[in-house]
């Protein structure tokens, strides 16, 4: 049986290349506005990046401006780093019961 090919991806902070479907992306949106956001499903249209669902990687990544320097803006909204949490709380806890 032939196996499915399965996306890799790597977080902007610690650069550990990982499946698509483990990490959070962060996307931002095509136009002129630039709006960047937390894509749950993964299929949003836009430059999108990844970070791990850690509150580590999700920490240094805020900090350290790495959403800015990778997606070309020049700031992420106040909001961003709340949403990324709460997807890695709900990742973590989906992971647990699974």
Do not use: W
């Amino acid at each position: 049986m032939k196996q499915r090919h399965v996306p890799l991806r790597t977080c902007v902070v610690c650069r550990e290349t990982s499946a698509k479907r483990t990490l959070l992306r962060i996307v931002r949106e095509p136009g002129d506005d630039g709006v960047v956001r937390f894509d749950a499903d993964g299929k949003a249209n836009g430059r999108g990046a990844y970070v791990c669902a850690s509150d580590d990687c999700i920490d240094k990544a805020i900090k350290q401006k790495r959403f800015e320097r990778s997606l070309s803006v020049k700031a992420v909204s106040e909001t961003l780093a709340a949403d990324l949490k709460a997807a890695a709380a709900n990742a973590h806890s989906a992971g647990v019961n699974a």
